[in-house]
């Protein structure tokens, strides 16, 4: 058995769904499941999805009060009043306003914008930021990614004669700013028909409506922020993300060139996991360090120079933002470790004091990764008496309910069930983890802390080829609501299984099944190649792809996890004494039951230092790996053994100091003929022992193995250097010699235990153990 990492929650699809839409859109039945999981159940809904021609922009004027933001922002182009773009510091915030100051400057707007310092000014609008903005002649104010909940700010601003217009997307709170225009497609009463759009979308629905088209040229900005801010890759950001990955890729801004040159995307086919994983966290970087001002500058930038020194700047913040991350979570796990170790902590609540509250959610989703544990990471300012912290949690623990029930010592939190933000008292760090320790021993069972893969799909090795996977690419752009597939292979065999990579941590595997095959690569699952023997069944999880090399063209199954359910036999009776200790050790202490028949194994493998238990003593084999370190005297000391229970693996040494299944075994007629002849002489000196072992083409071993025998039976003696026959000698079988049975016994257990092939000796611990079973079934 090997366990998998995560649980397999595998998604399921109505048979006569998946051939309607097999029949209608002629693709294959994996991909018909794909867009059933992706609750496109109709032919129509699955065409709008595949073909970008059947997509299209809402009107955005379906936005409500999108008409009065336009007529006041036209009035202040034509009367060339100063507008103020207000924007946030993360990716969607910093693309929402650069791509605003585009489309106003384009339109002759007398604009400018301004991004608050995270460590000085906090998240938002805020009211001094909007009296300075007065005092230095704005006229209008224009919010990005950001606003819906700035109700005080709002008031001010109208107090101070400020015209405030809202462009947000996250949730609305109770009470709206009293602003001039809310446009937020999750504004209460809004019609609009995709709730989903990032704020930079909102952004982009505002210029399509004082342009009146698509404004497709600024769809390299708008991409960014919509795969960064993680919303979903579905409806209108689905043809957003399409449109705007090739206007990326093909892009002339010159800071979009060089930073694409920085991630190493430059001439690649560009993918939303290249915004998501190289462009995003880079632009993302500078507001988490510092301020957000130099990513907008290299958005805006028309100087290849000055874009080249400014994507410099930022790929440095982010190296940087990398180092405190590294900083903060090595010290973030040295506290789990020391004070509150996972196995004793359903929820971590760690804090530290000076850490970057702009990376703690990062620190948090580290130690989620690591631990899998809801997760707090708070970070303390003794000065001010604050704890600031970020939320992340696992499926089955709504952070923010389990959180609203502290409201009493959070006065300022928010969220969603999967991650939250807040800010608390340092004093009452230590109640709010009680109390989330207890309502996690309530609601969480030990199956819970075990991390959760969704599979899309459970296909045969024979259903996966390269025309399949190009299909499956269709629904690509891969992201929110729309992951990269996860597919499964269930119960098939490995043809080839290899470590590769210069430290050979990678595996590499060939998967069969059916006469089909499918090459499996795992990175950094190179340590499950001593989990796993050839002959197992294996189920696999993973993503596919194709691989284009040397002019071959082939599907393959990237590997994240591995599983195989059925007990496994470790055949490890050839191998080398001098490393077996080493091999021992590999196998993890807590799952592994060392076993020998005999307790001077322990001294002639020289394992003192490891705990070796004596067959005897042994309670239960139940879930351990079992590893027999050598051979039972008897065949039935293993068996009395496997009854002890069902072990998940069986590792088999069988280290013995003799052989005996080299060693000749007389059979009947060849004691016979000795007996006969001993009895002619009568007397017999044990000096011709080799002579006659000679003549009769036996070993010496033979004939000294009968005579002891016959001593045994009572048949000779030997007295002084000669053995002579007992007159008349009591009638005896050859079994009821002890050093008979011995050598029959030792050979039937070479034969079957040391000496035997890998599939008899596997077959043999199936009966033994299909018998154990059947006969615990019929106790019960």
């Known amino acids: 058995m090997l366990k998998s990492k995560a649980r397999w929650k595998v998604e399921t699809q109505p048979k006569e769904r998946v051939e309607q839409l097999v029949d209608k859109l002629q693709v294959a039945p994996l991909v018909a499941k794909l867009l059933l999981n992706r609750g496109i159940d109709t032919v129509e809904a699955a065409r709008r999805f595949l073909y970008k021609e059947e997509m299209n922009y809402h009107d955005p004027f379906l936005l409500d009060d999108m008409d009065r933001l336009v007529v ?43 991004i608050p310092n995270r460590f000085t000014e906090g998240y938002g609008p805020n009211e001094p930021a909007i009296r300075q903005a007065k005092e230095d002649g704005v006229d209008l104010v224009i919010t990005v990614d950001t606003g819906i909940a ?30 001039l225009a809310i446009v937020n497609p999750k504004k209460p009463g809004c019609e609009y ?7 930079v979308g909102v952004v982009l629905k505002v210029v399509q409506a004082l342009l009146g ?40 801004r010159p800071g979009l060139i060089a930073l ?59 190296k940087e933002r990398k180092s405190v991350v590294a900083t903060i979570a090595d010290a973030a796990i040295a506290k789990v470790e020391s004070e509150f170790p996972a196995n004793e902590n359903e929820v971590l609540v760690i804090a530290g004091e000076g850490w970057n509250p702009g990376v703690i959610g990062i620190v948090a989703s580290r130690l989620v990764e690591r631990y899998y544990r809801p997760t707090i990471v708070l970070s303390i300012d003794a000065e001010k008496g604050l704890a600031k912290g970020s939320a ?78 190009q299909q499956m690419e269709r629904l690509a752009p891969f992201g929110v609501n729309n992951p990269t597939p996860k597919v499964m292979l269930e119960n098939v065999s490995l043809s080839q299984m290899r470590k590769i990579g210069s430290e050979s941590n990678h595996l ?23 989990q796993m023997t050839h002959q197992a069944k294996i189920s696999a999880v993973g993503t596919l792809s194709i691989n284009e090399w040397n002019g071959h063209i082939k599907p393959q199954l990237m590997l994240e996890d591995l599983a195989v359910h059925t007990w496994q036999l470790f055949d490890w009776r050839s ?78 040494v069988f280290h013995q100091k003799e052989d005996h299944f080299f060693s000749t075994q007389p059979n009947r007629e060849q004691f016979k003929w000795f007996y006969a002849f001993l009895i002619k002489r009568t007397i017999f000196p044990l000096n011709q022992s080799h002579d006659l072992a000679k003549h009769k083409g036996w070993s010496k071993d033979t004939v000294e193995f009968m005579i002891k025998v016959f001593c045994e039976l009572g048949f000779a003696t030997i007295e002084g250097e000669s053995l002579s026959v007992v007159s008349n000698p009591e009638k005896k079988h050859l079994e009821d010699s002890a050093s008979f049975r011995h050598r029959l016994e030792q050979t039937k257990i070479e034969n079957e235990l040391i000496y035997s092939s890998y599939d008899q000796l596997k077959l043999w611990f199936e009966q033994e153990l299909e018998y154990d079973q059947m006969k615990i079934k019929e106790t019960v």
Not at 264 to 293: C, E, K, T, Y
Not at 440 to 455: H, M, N, R, S, Y
């Open 193 to 199: 028909p995709f709730k989903g759009l990032a704020g």
């Open 150 to 179: 700035a109700v005080d700010v709002a008031r001010v601003a109208k107090e101070i004669e400020l015209d405030f217009i809202v462009t947000d997307h996250h949730e609305a709170p109770p009470q709206l700013p009293n602003a």
């Open 260 to 318: 694409k040159k920085m991630c190493g995307l430059d001439g690649q086919v560009l993918q939303s996991d290249h915004v998501g994983f190289g462009i995003g966290p880079r632009i993302n970087a500078a507001g988490r360090l510092d301020s957000a001002d130099p990513a907008v500058e290299l958005l805006l930038t028309n100087d290849s120079d000055e874009a080249e020194q400014l994507a410099l700047e930022i790929d440095r913040l982010n």
């Open 392 to 469: 992340r949690s696992i499926e089955g623990f709504d952070m923010f309910a389990e959180l609203s029930k502290s409201r009493d010592i959070l006065p300022h939190f928010g969220g969603h069930p999967m991650a939250a933000g807040l800010t608390m008292n340092v004093t009452d760090v230590d109640e709010l983890r009680a109390r989330l320790l207890q309502q996690a021993k309530e609601g969480l069972t030990e199956e819970d802390f075990k991390p959760v893969t969704k599979v899309d799909l459970i296909a045969t090795v024979e259903e996966v080829s390269v025309s399949v996977i």
């Open 575 to 652: 191998a080398q004494q001098a490393k077996l200790k080493e091999r021992l050790e590999g196998i993890a202490e807590e799952e592994r039951l060392l076993v020998v028949f005999q307790n001077e194994t322990i001294d002639d493998l020289a394992l003192h230092d490891l705990d070796v238990t004596l067959a005897e003593n042994v309670r239960t084999t139940d879930d351990r790996y079992l590893v027999l370190l050598d051979a039972p005297k008897h065949l039935q000391q293993l068996k009395e053994l496997l009854k002890k229970g069902k072990p998940n693996r069986i590792y088999v």
């Open 508 to 530: 590499k595997v060939l998967f069969s099944q059916a006469a089909a095959n499918l090459d499996g690569i795992g990175f950094h699952l190179g340590y499950l190649f001593e």
């Open 213 to 252: 088209r698509v404004p497709t040229e600024w769809l390299d900005i708008a991409v960014i922020g919509t795969v960064a801010d993680l919303v979903p890759l579905v409806d209108e950001n689905r043809l957003l993300v399409m449109e705007g990955l090739q206007t990326l890729q093909e892009t002339s």
């Open 72 to 114: 006041r922002v036209k009035e202040a182009i034509e009367k060339q009043e100063r507008i103020l773009i207000f924007g946030d510091y993360d990716a969607d915030g910093v693309s929402s306003t650069a791509l605003m100051y585009e489309a106003l400057t384009s339109l002759g707007a007398h604009v400018d914008y301004y």
